[in-house]
Each structure stands twice: as C-alpha cells, then as structure tokens.
C-alpha cells in the first residue's frame, strides 16, 4: 500500500471558473446530491450507497467531507453553476501520497455532456498543482466506463493499466483503468502502455 501523506485544510476554497465554480458543499445542496448519487451511471461507477437518502447526503456533507479537510484525508467540493449556484456535481482529490492524489468526479445527468466535467476538474487539477504542490495525478475508472475514461482522456490523462480487481463496489472487486497525468508535461505523456 502506498504512504499517505495528509492535508488537513481549515478553509474550503472558493474557485471561480468562466462556467463552473468549485465551493463548499452546503446544507441547500441536499436534493441535487441526493438526485446525482441516484442515478443509475452514479451507482454503477462511483461507491455511493444503493437507494442514496437524504440522511446519506447530510452525512456525506456533514460529516465525511468536513472531515477529510479537516484530517488531510480528502478536498472535495460541489461544482457549482456560477450563475446560480445550483449544484451540478461534486469533484475531489483523494488517497493523498507525497506529491500525488487520485482525482475523483460526479457530475448529475442533468448536466452531462456539455463539458462541466471537464471545467470543474481543470480547475481542480489547476489547485492540485498550483495550489497544494502535487507533481502526478491519478484516476481510477472501472472498466467500461467510457464517459469517465473520454473524459480523462480529454484533460491529458494517460492509461497507463488495467488493473483486475483494484477497486470494491458495495463489497465486489471491480476493475480498474488506472490513469496519470503528469504536471512536469502539462498534457499527455509520451506514450500508452496499453
Ligand atoms: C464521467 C463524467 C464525470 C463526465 O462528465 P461530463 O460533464 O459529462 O463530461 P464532459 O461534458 O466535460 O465531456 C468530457 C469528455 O467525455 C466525453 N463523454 C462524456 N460523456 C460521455 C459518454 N457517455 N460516452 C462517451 N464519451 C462521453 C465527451 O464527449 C468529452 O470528450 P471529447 O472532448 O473527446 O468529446 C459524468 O458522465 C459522470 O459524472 N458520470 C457518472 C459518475 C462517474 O462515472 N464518475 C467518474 C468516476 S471515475
């Protein structure tokens, strides 16, 4: 297992992108939580609880993400609609390493499609760099999902392997395109190894 390397972080930031804004989850962002982690992409490709509740969304913004900023364990934050503010997804680091984290993203199907994935993680990517020093990130899909593997694709990532079994679902191995990208090239590395 690789080292951890923790960062705990008192103040959510605010960044403010042309079409998507990444902030703090909030208690008014319960309805579209709980209808993104319903939908069926959702719970086939992202460890979110079968049949998400209300009572899972307040727990998640309560207390599992206030918690992996406080701990160093875990940045996530609602993308948001710069012109209302309306939740569209939510996008995250995760599984820290010295200078690496795995970049994880969940964008509603009513806002798929029309490049808000792409928006909230180039932000996302650009703090990850800019913002925390990391030099390598990481992006796991299950296999399959090509919406997440086009869109990795599209920010520079490289498929670097399948990886069989590397992931759970719900208690079930699943497996696992792994991706980098690399900060040293700013875009796709040389070469795919598959
Ligand atoms: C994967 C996901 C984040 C993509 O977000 P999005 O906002 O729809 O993505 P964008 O509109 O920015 O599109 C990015 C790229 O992905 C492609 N893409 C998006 N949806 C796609 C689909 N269903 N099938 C194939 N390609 C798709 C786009 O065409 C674009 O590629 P291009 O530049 O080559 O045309 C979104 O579909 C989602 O949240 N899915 C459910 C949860 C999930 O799978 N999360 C990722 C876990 S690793």
């Known amino acids: 297992m690789p080292e951890t390397s923790l960062r705990p972080v008192a103040v959510v930031p605010l960044i403010e992108g042309e079409t998507v804004r990444l ?42 993400v206030p918690d992996g900023w406080r701990e160093g364990s875990g940045h996530v934050f609602a993308v948001a609609d710069p012109a209302d503010d309306v939740l569209l997804g939510t996008v995250g680091l995760h599984a820290f390493r010295a200078t ?9 199907p009513a806002a798929r499609g029309r490049g808000v994935g792409t928006a909230a993680c180039r932000l996302l990517i650009d703090y990850a760099v800019e913002g ?37 679902l719900r208690g079930e191995p699943v497996d696992v395109w792994l991706l980098g990208l ?11 190894k598959l």
């Open 23 to 64: 902030r703090p989850l909030r208690e008014d962002d319960v309805p579209a939580l709980v209808e993104n982690c319903r939908d069926e992409q959702a719970r086939r490709f992202v460890p979110v609880p079968l049949d998400y509740t209300e009572d899972d969304a307040l727990t998640f913004l309560r207390r599992t």
């Open 100 to 108: 690496t984290a795995d970049v994880g993203v969940n964008i509603g």
């Open 132 to 168: 925390l020093g990391l030099r390598t990130l990481y992006w796991q899909a299950f296999v399959g999902n090509v919406a997440s593997l086009a869109l990795a694709r599209r920010l520079g990532f490289t498929l670097h392997a399948e990886l069989p079994g590397f992931a759970a």
């Open 182 to 192: 690399s900060a040293r090239t700013g875009g796709p590395e040389p070469r795919e």
